[in-house]
């Protein structure tokens, strides 16, 4: 359910719990068939709720443990509340940011207002959330600081983007019971920027999770980080719901062929034609059925250079021969910058510089006997 350092909270499911709680019965019906002493306590009843190490075992072979992971629990102790994970079931799916394991959906979360909703930072979650190869889902929160009109401009122009977005409002609770809906058996995990209000729905939709909450930052128009981990909360309608540190920049990771298939309208191109040449990065090539006229082909050509540039730093990364390194500044530019010579500009150890030393004295000392 949470991972946090080196510890984990598992949930136990509803077997093992019935389980533990059958050989429960067991050992406090043989307790109390028998003369108690002094220095033995009845046995402790079963947790649902265990806080877990993983074995070490599982470290030396690289297998990593994961919100949403179902795992094997090893020697529960019921009165310390402990355990220890010996083994994890193969994943359905996975994701490396947020790292959840077994997540059915992705549920974006956008604010449409305060902090601005950016179309090109909402594409670029869009073409992130693609690239999972789970069911995508859109959500458009404080509706109720925009114009009705404002409103059905944003939902016939993502429609034509591809999309069917949810306008909700946490604070006045407009649209809360259909998100809901679409949430119910389900592991979903909720992604967006920050201060678009995860933690608050969260907390609406599931009272005890209690989590923290900031407002959007004056200054910089955005939204503060209150999330610092990744946690999973069972819905009181089913399904389970994991929230995740909000970030602004996602990576585009992904092969450049790729990129197009993550745009539902190059898509619906694609599936009416196709281009001619095999490998078409639908820019400046003949006979392009993607290039055209459509609202999102700039961020296309945008995302289309990153993901090129990415390719090429894993391609010098991969390359000890290159001359030329990549360094990623903060705003997410890179700078290509030529490769030091390590052998030419490393440092002389002391060690060899005292040999040194103890080998030039030797020969003025000989060089002297010599003149002697």
Known sequence: MAVQANFYRVQLDDRSVQAAFSQFKRER????????????LPPIPPRRTLLC????????????????????VEEPDWEGQRGAIAGVFPRA???????????????LLFAIAEPTLDPHQLSRFLVKAESTGLCVSLCLNKIDLVSQAEQIDWQHRLQLWGY????????????????????????????????????SLINQLIPSAELRVSDV????????????????????????????PGFNQPTLDFPPRELAHYFPEARQ????????????????????VVRGDWERYDYYLDFLE???????????????????????????????????????????????????????????????????
């Open 93 to 107: 799916s996975e994701l490396d940011r947020p790292p959840v394991a077994n997540a059915t959906q992705l549920l």
């Open 164 to 199: 069917h977005p949810l306008f909700i409002s946490v604070e006045n609770h407009i649209g809360i019971d259909t998100l809901l809906a679409t949430l119910n058996d389900k592991i979903t995990v909720i992604s967006g920027p920050s201060g678009v209000g995860k933690s």
């Open 217 to 244: 930052s004056g200054k910089l128009g955005r939204g503060r980080h209150t999330t610092r981990h990744v946690e999973l909360f069972e819905l009181p309608s089913g399904g389970l719901l994991a929230d995740s």
């Open 269 to 288: 191109r694609l599936r009416q034609g196709n281009c001619q040449f095999s490998d078409c990065l639908h820019r400046d090539e003949p006979n392009c």
């Open 53 to 72: 190490t993983r074995r070490s075992r599982l470290k030396k072979i690289g297998q990593q443990v994961m919100v949403g992971d179902r795992a094997i």
């Open 306 to 372: 990153e993901a090129i540039a990415y390719q090429e730093t894993l391609q010098q990364q991969s390359n000890p021969e290159s001359s030329v390194k990549v360094k990623t500044k903060r705003k997410g530019t890179q700078q290509h910058e030529p490769k030091l010579e390590s052998k030419k500009y490393r440092r002389v150890s002391r060690r060899l510089q005292h040999q040194s030393l103890e080998e030039l004295y030797q020969d003025l000392a000989e060089e002297e006997d010599g003149e002697f």
């Open 29 to 40: 019906v043989a307790f109390e068939s028998t003369e108690a002493s002094d220095d033995r």
